[in-house]
């Protein structure tokens, strides 16, 4: 096969949003780009799938003269969201969807990969399939578990993310935080059940998390600086099986962000007193988890990305879109602290859907604009 043409393009990456898997489940979607990648030219190709995190998927190009070897990183897991945007190549799995756009991000790294497959690159270059971006912390996993090792290390590493904000095909980024750190919160409240006529002989877990909630909500109004700023986010609680029956058990899940690692420290903090002043009060058991797993900001190293934006600005054929940071979370943000490299926006053109939002409907017109920038981009820095 020869480099992929727009339509087959089009094709894979209908194909992969019909095929959206969860976090560290991504069998089907691995198979599928094992298949696609078996279709290239091979002879620069090293392909391994690691045995540690088996859905994940490497591929070196070796380079003709290689003086670094630069990482390209896409994350190839969907979310648990049942989609409602009608399309015929919707979704196949009840109630997963694409809804972050990462059937994009693979399509982008499948052309750039088998262009590079047929035009040998002069750096080496390492594709990254990585699973469990949306929970699980796959980048940081891939490199705990030293899947970066040997030939497969990056010297620098470079990302994107769609933004429906943008328009298709725009580049999106700036120096220094793109995305927030987040911590994912679960909090179990544990008191005793009881029949509801009779409140004085159990302990209302629904009563202490419904304070709780509203005293959380405090945190980022009283707690914190105005001009810093964090959310706290509590998506999901689960509590009773019925309305006559006092539950002994309340949970909740949610979300931290902050664009410092600091800030997120602090609201960390502030929950840990909330929960323990609940617990008191309430006297009942608040047992509090917060993981930040690797949702670390994601913090652009400012040589590379000067470099990168003067690129984009210069290219008079990319619509280049300097960024302010976003709240949203990112696991590159592990990667990137641990390899120099630059994250960037590819404006996907649905400014009526939000990621994660089950009528997220990316303009396929910016896949082949962002392939076009970031090939040109990635020719431009092995002349360095
Ligand atoms: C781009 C995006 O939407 N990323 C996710 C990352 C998940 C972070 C983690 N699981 C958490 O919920 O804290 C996001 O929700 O921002």
């Known amino acids: 096969m020869t480099v992929l043409n727009e339509e087959e393009l089009i094709l894979i990456r209908r194909h992969l949003h019909e095929i959206p898997e969860l976090a560290l489940q991504e069998k089907q979607t691995h198979q599928y780009l094992l298949k696609i990648i078996a279709d290239f030219k091979q002879d620069y190709l090293t392909i391994k799938t690691p045995p540690q995190l088996p859905t994940a998927l490497l591929v070196l190009v070796k380079g003709k ?25 919707a979704s196949k799995h009840p109630g997963i969807m694409h809804a972050c756009g990462h059937d994009i991000h693979m399509t982008v790294a499948l052309v750039l990969l088998s262009y590079f497959s047929e035009n040998q690159p002069q750096d080496n270059l390492l594709f990254f399939f990585q699973p469990a971006e ?33 328009p298709a095909g ?150 280049f879109i300097e960024t302010k940071p976003k709240m949203t979370g990112e696991d590159f943000g592990f990667l990137l602290a641990k390899f120099p490299g630059t994250m960037f926006w590819l404006g996907v053109g649905d400014p009526n859907s939000q990621l994660h939002s ?12 962002g392939i076009n920038a970031i090939k040109g981009f990635l020719i431009a820095r092995m002349e360095k």
């Open 170 to 319: 725009a580049i999106g980024c700036r120096l220094g935080t793109l995305f927030a750190g987040t911590t994912e919160v679960n909090i179990d409240l544990i008191g005793k059940g009881g029949h509801a006529a009779f409140p004085q002989n159990a302990n209302d877990t629904v009563v202490a998390a419904a304070s709780l909630i509203m005293q959380i909500q405090t945190v980022i109004s009283r707690s914190i600086d105005p001009i810093q700023s964090g959310v706290i986010t509590l998506g999901k609680v689960r509590a009773g099986t019925i309305r006559n029956v006092i539950a002994d058990h309340t949970r909740i899940e949610g979300t931290i962000r902050g664009l410092t690692q600091q800030m997120i420290l602090k609201i960390d903090q502030r929950l840990k007193d909330l929960c323990a002043g609940i617990g008191r009060s309430y006297n009942m058991e608040v047992k509090l988890d917060l993981n930040q797993g690797g949702y670390w900001p994601v913090e652009n190293n400012p040589e590379l990305t000067k470099n990168f934006i003067q690129y984009m600005k210069n290219n008079p054929d990319v619509n």
């Open 65 to 89: 003269n290689p003086q670094r070897t630069i990482g390209y990183r896409t994350d190839i897991d969907a979310l648990p969201v049942t989609e409602q945007t009608g399309l015929k190549f």
């Open 358 to 369: 089950a009528t997220l409907n990316p303009d396929e017109k910016s896949i082949e604009r």
């Open 134 to 166: 949306e929970s699980e912390s796959g980048g940081k996993q891939a490199y705990e578990k030293g899947i970066f090792t040997g030939k497969f290390k990056p010297d620098e590493f470079y990302g994107l993310h769609d933004n429906p904000e943008l």
